[in-house]
């Protein structure tokens, strides 16, 4: 499905400095046809195939690194069910890190 | 900032940076001739200072970092509007409203000791989110014996400026890089622990000094929760 990313307070420089992603996501091999496409999914596919380096700044084990706030269509993923927000078509999801400056 | 790390190290940049930066902030406020000096800190910065402060028994800053007004009987009080206001919300507040958003991480600081209490936070935040204004109000309702030694306003001899030391923390650091000491006016004159980090966000008067003090007593009344 088509999907459109956005990284911003400083992570979109673990993508090569592109903040907004235009991509095309599918389930992983081993997921039944019929299951949904949750952000537990879509995590591990950025990691593999969007940040290109430190993937620690952006994930801590299975989920975002605290600190990170995950907007999916501008609502809190914490109101929809963290990872087991179901991802639809057309979709805008947004990265934004709260951890800067000092 | 480059020139002098390149003197001191990678270790101590964060005293060397926050110590310098409050004193050109003193001195613009001084110059422009302002009534109040105000900082954007936000509730995860009084957080992590106040467990900051109780990691490193500093008594002194203890005390003062959760005032929401600092040095009102000085010629600029400084203030602090944003301290229950969380990170977070300033995000999403700044996302939403499309402000300008500078997010520069700072090239010195990934071992600045700020920011293992910030993973630390952030982590409780994650399980529970009033964790972080839970920290800030024990840290208001921490009272001091009265029977600890704190340090005392003065001035500092070499420039005038308010200080609990001889001389002022900026003048200290700066003699030191000056004389090719990097390692003047860091560490504790005696005490247990090696070398003792201060840190960019201390809220705090103009006071920078090494304490004298000798470990105080907490005397728990009012643990809030």
Not at chain 2, 38 to 59: K, M, P, Q, S, W
Not at chain 2, 104 to 118: L, W
């Amino acid at each position: 499905m088509q999907l459109t990313l956005e990284f911003g307070g400083g992570l979109e420089l673990l993508c090569d400095s592109e903040k907004i992603h235009k991509v095309n996501v599918d389930l992983p091999n081993g997921a039944a046809a019929d299951d949904d496409f949750t952000m537990k999914h879509l995590l591990s596919w950025v990691r593999t195939n969007l940040i290109k380096e430190r993937p620690e700044m952006f994930m801590k084990g299975d989920t975002v690194r605290p600190g990170v706030l995950v907007l999916v269509n501008d609502c809190d993923w914490e109101l929809s069910g963290q990872l087991d927000t179901t991802i639809e078509e057309k979709d805008v999801i947004v990265f934004i890190s709260t951890l800067h400056g000092g | 900032m480059d020139d002098i790390v390149k003197m001191i190290g990678l270790k101590n940049n964060c005293t060397f940076c926050g110590v310098f930066r409050r004193q050109a902030l003193d001195r613009g406020a001084a110059l422009l001739k302002v009534d109040k000096l105000v900082t954007g800190h936000n509730a995860d910065d009084i957080a992590e200072t106040v467990l900051l402060n109780i990691l490193r028994g500093d008594i002194a800053r203890l005390s003062r970092c959760t005032s929401i007004t600092t040095g009102e009987d000085g010629p600029i009080p400084r203030c602090k509007p944003f301290k229950y206001t969380y990170e977070k919300e300033i995000v999403m507040y700044a996302y939403f409203k499309k402000l300008d958003y500078f997010s520069t991480e700072c090239i010195y600081s990934p071992n600045a000791y700020r920011g293992f209490v910030r993973e630390f936070i952030k982590d409780l935040e994650r399980l529970r989110p009033r964790a972080i204004l839970d920290i800030i109000k024990s840290g208001e309702d921490f009272r001091i014996a009265t029977t600890t030694k704190m340090p005392e306003q003065g001035t500092c001899e070499r420039c005038g400026y308010i200080s609990s030391q001889k001389w002022c923390k900026a003048c200290v650091l700066l003699e030191g890089l000056n004389r090719g000491l990097p390692k003047m006016g860091i560490g504790r004159p005696r005490g247990v622990n090696g070398d003792h980090k201060k840190d960019t966000k201390k809220p705090g008067p103009a006071v920078k000094s090494i304490e004298s003090k000798q470990c105080g007593s907490l005397d728990f009344q009012n643990f809030g929760n």
